[in-house]
């Protein structure tokens, strides 16, 4: 009923059905009354009443046809459409304003509305870099330990872009975070211990004229030539502030670079920073409060445009997702904004970062019935970036179930493999894809796990990989990936 | 007009032969019992037998006397038995008398054939129309409450709002 107030054009064509039946029916009815009294006088005056009834029939079944049909269409309409998945197309679609995002939310909240949502999701916002060390010698004897590995990392594995390091150093300095302070230290011999070096200098990021809160610092970073400092907020209305200081130059200040949003992870290059954050949409203020994703460079304000925005067909638009690469040498920003789920699985090797959300296929009708759970089916969407030198959208890829596990995704030279299960559902299907450096699938297996098993975690190794079940103790399976574009379940 | 009183459970089958429809308001009694019979009806008693005859009889008493109209067209004049008229229809000045395949021009004005054929169980359908009920083949409900008679010849009559109440008044039985 509900349905029907909210929709009134469906209601005034249901009406104007209903009495368009309500009328044909009438005129059948008048016409079988008027033709039985003809019979009946026909009888009384002893003339022959046709014994051919086929015009009478035909006539009948004309008139109840026509009544029908339109009755007829309309429920194939409703029995075809809640049968057919609505699935997204795939494209981005072009964003002119605020209105159009926010039809695009409103959109998932008449679906979504009785479901979770996203952020009650499993998948936290993890991130994997894997080109922070490139000369890492894999374990070539795998065992069940290793997978556990994996859920407990030790300190040589590196799990999430933001590092929060504390204390680093370039084995000229070693950088110490003090709340909201960096003490540089001579770097002298590893036999002293931290208290025992010697003080350098000490550098306080100076916050005048820039959010006036309380702070700490969150994150150092260093390459050759600069040390970065990302200092974080209590208040959360403050922007992401980026203090590079020249290590050249005695650690003068070079430049400070101000992101909108909050930082989700940071990659220090030779030269440059990746930096991501999140910037979650608050639909009830709108969006002349909640602005669009900015950077801030030499007191410079450079906001994007709403054209500018990447949005895929069918991803949850929650929040906004900034991709800054800076170049540190020329005090250089370039920003990419993706419009999608806050919690996306993060991935950077040396030259690209991957992000991977969740794309919804929506039962047919699900708003009409009401249904408890209109989601049919979870797929995810890979999107590619190259970081190299800026930061540029290489394509995309829809594949299907969703990756549980922040390990679940590596990139082997031009190819990237990645693990997927569709475990959110009745049916447990695990997926293997590989993908080239274009995001086409070039290769995917199906048959990966016992039945209701789904993936749990997987270790990628140099030709094989290992994947781990979560029902069956000490279940896992090997893919042979030796020739990557053809991989095989030993 | 009839009423069948049988003595034996044959109602229905004696019913059928004699082409019989039984009204309410009757002014026969068909019975094959004299015991069944009643004294203010007219009434006919009759054996299994005779049904053929009794048939036949009956076709006298609801047709009643034939009645002739006279109507020429380009092959002469003829007198046609009214019941062969399918209906009578005014065209300019001339009223035609349609049969099933030929019409004949009858001289006389529609409301004269209308007084004559009273009892004969024509209808006026229209102010230039005039329809033998025992012709019509099929109605059809059109729209603005008018009907369409289909003829038995294919023709197509149609009923006038205004004279609607009083073609079903002279349907009923």
Redesign the interface.
Known sequence: MLFLLNNPVVMIIGIFLIGLLGWVSY?II??IQ??N??K????????EY?KNKT??NR?LGLLGGSALAPVIVLVLIFVLGSQETISPTGETELLSDSNDIEMIYSKFQDYLAPYESPQNRVGEEEVVDDASEPDVEYDETPSFSDGMEAMFPTADEKIGWDEVDNVISDDIYVYQVLETEVKVSLYNSPSYSLDELPEYKVITPDLEDLCDVAFTIDSIYVDSNYLSVSVGYEDALCDVELFVYDKTNDFALNEIYTLSGDIVAVKQNEGSLVVVTSDVIDYEVGFDINGLPYYILDDVKEEVLYEDILYYDATYPYAFTSIYHIDLVNNLVDMEVLLGDYNSYLYITDNHLYLVGYLYYFEGLAEFFELESPVETIHSMVVKYDVESDVTIVSSSEINGVMLEELAIKEYGDYLAIATTTALEEEVVNYFYVLDNQMNVVSVLDTIGLPNEHIDHVKFYSTEVYVYFTITEESFQIIDIEDILNPKIK | MFKLKLSKNEHRLVKERLKLVETPKYDYVLTDDKELIEEDKLNIVFHNSDIPRVSRLLDLIVQGEELYITGSNEFGQKSVECRNFYYFLVEGDEVYGVLRTTKLIVRMKLYEIEELLVSKDFIRTSKFCLVNIGKIDYIKPALNSKLNLLMKNGDICEVNRSYLKEFKNALKV
């Open positions: 005129l008048r016409e008027f033709n009294i003809l009946e006088k026909h009888g009384v005056m002893r003339v046709p015009f009478f006539r």
